[in-house]
């Protein structure tokens, strides 16, 4: 990933439905999910020329195979969904994740150590899955889960964040009771440097919101609606209307 910078897309300007593609993070975490869907939502992910694909620990494997010779990566979860994972388990899904190929980690930072006030702790289990995939190059995002947390609180665990060496911070995991809002990426945006990118999770199902991500900086979201949000990018790309919004409106979270 290179070095995300301060700047925004101008209002108005012009994207391709290829940018918004490789923003996407197809997310596959149902719970429910069969073999046979995570190999569908593979094979969209590959179609439309996604990011990557987020599966969970058990389905990497299939993943894999699946997107074997296509440029679609493969991104799995840890501590996943409540962070609540001693450090050496995450660390233990970390390297067999590796191992099996994911180029891209979604760790959860321990939500109840955050709002107890414990950073170094915090701080410390995300370095250690930090240290551990830039090893072999491979990319952590680190999920905040900010509908539990104050605009102070996620200030404060994106300083922690960017200290332990994390790619990427993360708005959500998409299973609590509210996702991504403008307001958040703007003041994770605010609250990092050019070394750490921001990602918006949860409710990003229409491709005005995809826009509206862009707009404040966003350069990935996690998605499960990826195949109305490319059609109607690739349609709006036809007709010359995929373009920056002139005024961002808040994203429709759909909780």
Not at 76 to 95: A, D, N, Q, R, Y
Not at 124 to 144: F, N, S
């Amino acid at each position: 990933m290179e070095a995300k910078t301060k700047k925004t897309p101008a209002p108005g300007s012009v994207v391709t439905a290829k940018e918004i593609a490789q923003m996407i993070d197809h997310s596959l975490l149902k719970p429910e999910m069969t073999r046979q869907e995570v190999i569908d939502g593979c094979m969209l992910a590959k179609e439309f020329g996604c990011a990557t694909v987020c599966v969970k620990p058990c389905d990497v494997e299939i993943a894999m195979n699946v997107l074997k010779g296509s440029d679609v990566l493969v991104t799995t979860v840890i501590g996943f969904p409540h962070g609540h994972h001693l450090t050496e388990i995450k660390m233990l899904e970390s390297e067999l994740a590796i191992k099996q190929g994911c180029k891209e980690l979604d760790m959860v930072l321990n939500i109840g150590q955050l709002l107890s006030g414990e950073y170094d702790l915090v701080e410390e289990d995300i370095h250690a899955v930090c240290k551990l995939a830039h090893r072999h190059g491979v990319i952590v995002k680190v999920i905040l889960e900010n509908h539990y947390l104050t605009d102070a609180q996620i200030i404060k665990a994106c300083e922690l964040c960017e200290r332990a060496g994390a790619d990427f911070v993360k708005t959500s995991t998409g299973y609590a009771k509210s996702g991504a809002t403008l307001e958040d990426l703007r003041l994770m945006w605010d609250a990092v440097s050019d070394k750490v990118a921001v990602k918006a999770a949860g409710g990003v199902r229409t491709l005005d919101a995809a826009l509206s991500v862009r707009a404040v900086g966003g350069v990935r979201f996690g998605a499960t609606a990826t195949k109305p949000i490319m059609e109607e990018a690739y349609q709006r790309e036809k007709n010359g209307t995929l373009i920056i919004p002139n005024s961002a409106e808040e994203l429709t979270i759909g909780y």
